[in-house]
């Protein structure tokens, strides 16, 4: 059986998409004939801790793990609301930041390159240059974001000629946060050199999306595969569908993620049916930023919201299973069409109406229509919006409410890591 070193920042009990990736390849590789073994940080700082999914990890696995120092506990000091926020990627607008929310972007973007996790490379490649050596390691495999991950695998490489695969969860210098990280003229020029490095180093990429792919093309020869988040099977007995016409989005919803055509057409069919006023709430699971919040409540939506903040994964895929339609909103940006959020796959999975809104050209949409299990809108097209969520809502008072889907297999878990393992 050949052995694959996973290095990976996110491990349970962090909690959030990141997690799940890496989890599920660990749980299916053996059946696919390759022994994973997981390096982490032994005291790393999670922004979201879910407890329930230390269940989930394969039991036998092999798990290292070596120290790790985060500047975000000594930010934690002057702020500790700030640094949780922006260790999970929740931004405020520009306008509304604070002096010393400023300040910490500042230091985040241009004294921490790649990425706050920066401090943990060099002790990493000390520790597993003798590992790799001592226990006949076939291939590494490093995941980001966080990307400093790959400069962990890019002097492994170097330094012992083994087998490299990066993985991209996200891309890069593209994403759309880095816009938001006050960087200097040097700064970006090291994150692109360091990005350049890795794509050109590596023996070979994942990606999960076609757009991603496309665009890292341009900056390399070096073979490039797709392999997207997806969906395992959950052995749960399925609880009985919301009484209420509920819409749904589970997950963070950041400032930017605000789309207000969408709160509108809601409000107007409030407003315009009394039955759907009556019948109707809005749930939110996961961390909502103030802005949206009080959007919401400037299109008289409060009313009607069920806030649940953060729930662990087993609550959140229970909630997929109880909500009539589900709601996933992108920012609308050329940057995020290449996103593809894990919890889309789940979505699916759940045999429940989707309502997507984000950017043109998304991989998103074409994931929705490909696999019939529902409808993506761009930011201006409310009547589009509305209609369909009152289309939904007439399939749901004839209890008719149902998605046929297409094609979902390729998006299992298991399905995805039999592409991986024949990578490996």
């Known amino acids: 059986m050949k052995k694959a070193l996973i290095i990976t920042y996110y491990w349970p009990p962090a909690g959030g998409p990141g997690v799940q990736r890496w989890l599920k390849f660990v749980k299916y590789l053996p059946e696919f004939g390759v022994e994973p073994i997981v390096y982490c940080p032994e005291n790393p700082s999670y922004p979201i801790v879910d407890n329930s999914l230390l269940k989930e990890i394969p039991e036998g696995v092999k798990i290292i793990t070596q120290p790790i120092s985060e500047p975000y506990r000594f930010a934690n000091i002057l702020s500790s609301k700030s640094s949780k926020q922006i260790s999970s990627g929740v931004i405020p607008k520009q306008k509304k930041q604070s002096l010393i929310q400023r300040l910490m972007l500042y230091v985040r973007g241009n004294f921490f390159i790649p990425d706050a996790r920066k401090n943990w490379v060099k002790p990493s490649v000390n520790y597993l240059l003798e590992y790799i050596k001592t226990n006949t390691i076939d291939t590494i495999i490093t995941t980001g974001p966080p990307h400093s991950l790959h400069l962990i695998g890019l002097q492994l490489k170097q330094q012992l000629g083994v087998k490299w695969l ?65 969906y395992d099977r959950h052995h749960v007995q399925k609880p009985e569908k919301d009484k209420c016409f509920s819409l749904a989005h589970i997950g963070s919803l950041l400032s930017e993620r605000n789309p207000i055509q969408l709160w509108e057409a809601l409000q107007e069919l409030i407003h315009e049916h009394d039955n759907f006023r009556s019948t109707f709430q809005l749930k939110l699971i996961g961390v909502v930023s103030e802005d949206v919040l009080q959007t919401l409540k400037t299109y008289e939506l409060d009313p009607y919201i069920n806030n649940m903040g953060y729930v662990s994964h087993e609550e959140a895929i229970k909630a997929q299973l109880e909500s009539r339609v589900l709601l996933l909103v992108e920012i609308d940006s050329k940057d995020t069409k290449v996103i593809i959020p894990g919890k ?48 939904y809502f007439e399939a749901y008072k004839s209890n008719s409410l149902v998605v046929n889907a297409i094609g979902l297999e390729k998006y299992s878990r298991k399905s995805l890591t039999k592409t991986l393992s024949e990578i490996i």
């Open 166 to 230: 990066a993985d991209f969860r996200d891309p890069w210098t593209t994403i759309g946060y880095h816009k938001q990280l006050k960087l200097s003229k040097s700064s970006q020029k090291k994150h692109k050199d360091f990005e350049s490095k890795v794509l050109q180093t590596a023996d070979e990429i994942i990606v999960t999306s076609e757009n991603t792919k496309q665009e890292f093309l341009l900056k390399t020869k070096q073979p490039i595969s797709v392999i997207t988040n997806g």
């Open 344 to 391: 889309l796959f789940e979505y699916m999975a759940s045999s429940t109406p989707i309502v997507a809104v984000g950017p043109q050209a998304s991989d998103v949409e074409t994931i929705l229509k490909t696999t019939n299990t529902g409808h993506y809108f761009y930011y201006n097209e409310k009547e589009r919006i509305k209609s369909q969520i009152l289309s």
